[in-house]
């Protein structure tokens, strides 16, 4: 039987389930990681695959990311494209957030939103969405590490 390397590339992308991002775009998969020691904001997308929003707001993200340094911050993504709320938390959980994460979301998670998370307190600083601009993304997140 033969098999495209895009194929088991998918397949292989499928089975590692939910997942953190820590680089490249937010909904990259990648391996959940906690946070760096000396990380001061955690920059935590709720995002899913199938979300509007998601896909409007992720690439200003990515943008603002690559031309700015902000030392301090970490960028995740929590994936919720399966819709599967024990694993969403799990993830949150990794990062220490997950109280956090629950009080955001005490009924149904949301997606297409990035939380500016102070990492020490746990408290939601800022909430970035898809209707700011580049400008005003950077803005926000250089607010929550002063």
Known sequence: MRFSLA???????????????ASGS??????ITAPAEDTKVLAVLSYASWCGSCKVLDPKVETVRASNPFDGAEFFALDYSSRDDSAYFADAETLGI???MREIFPDKIKTG?????????GDVISTVTKSM????????IEAALS
């Open 133 to 140: 601009s580049e400008a005003e993304i950077a803005a926000a």
């Open 7 to 21: 194929a088991i590339s998918i397949a292989a992308l499928a089975a590692c389930g939910p997942s953190v991002a």
């Open 113 to 121: 939103q990035l939380y500016l998370i102070d990492r020490s307190s």
């Open 26 to 31: 937010l909904a990259d998969v990648k391996e």
């Open 98 to 100: 997950a109280g956090t």
